[in-house]
């Protein structure tokens, strides 16, 4: 039961952190589709903060252009990964949202039966490769609408300022699972 709460908790939250590790893994091994998400996430925070900023009467175009000018962004270059970062938040809510419900009925089926069935466990993972796949699509955007090599210098520099870091977790005896 505590694998599935961890499982639900770290896909409802989008983290790549775990409470017990074993190992972390340089940067550069960390997949694309997990740096890219981080940066999406951060690019809407910055959204979100500018937007309140402008409610309070104060420019928020600070906060707007933060990403565009540590990356380098054109201002066409920065809108567009904008747009790309708020289509991945609408079909990323659409995941987590069946996420939240396929986690639920793993639970109620570990509480009733010890454990959830075969179909949920293989929901969960459908979920997360629906994840994966929304993720990869986004930077395949990405890497459109900036032409091949403008994307490949954007990339370097995502990946050489994310501070992203990947956990190993190590398999858990069932003794510590209860």
Known sequence: MRIIRTLGIVFLTGSCFQVMCQSVTPA????QTVTYEALFRRILFLEDVASKL????????????????SLGLTNQEATALTTIAKDWQT??????????????AARNQARVAGT???GVLEQL????????????????????????TRFEQVDLLVRSTSTVRQLTIPPQSKQLVK
């Open 28 to 31: 550069q091994q960390v997949p």
């Open 54 to 69: 402008e409610l309070r009467g104060t420019s928020g175009a600070a906060a707007q252009s933060k990403t565009q000018m």
């Open 91 to 104: 079909q990323f809510a659409a995941i987590q949202n069946a996420a939240k419900l396929v986690t639920q």
């Open 116 to 118: 959830p069935s075969a």
């Open 125 to 148: 993972r459908d979920l997360q490769d629906r994840r994966d796949h929304l993720n990869a699509g986004q930077i395949a955007q990405l890497s459109a609408a900036l032409g091949k």
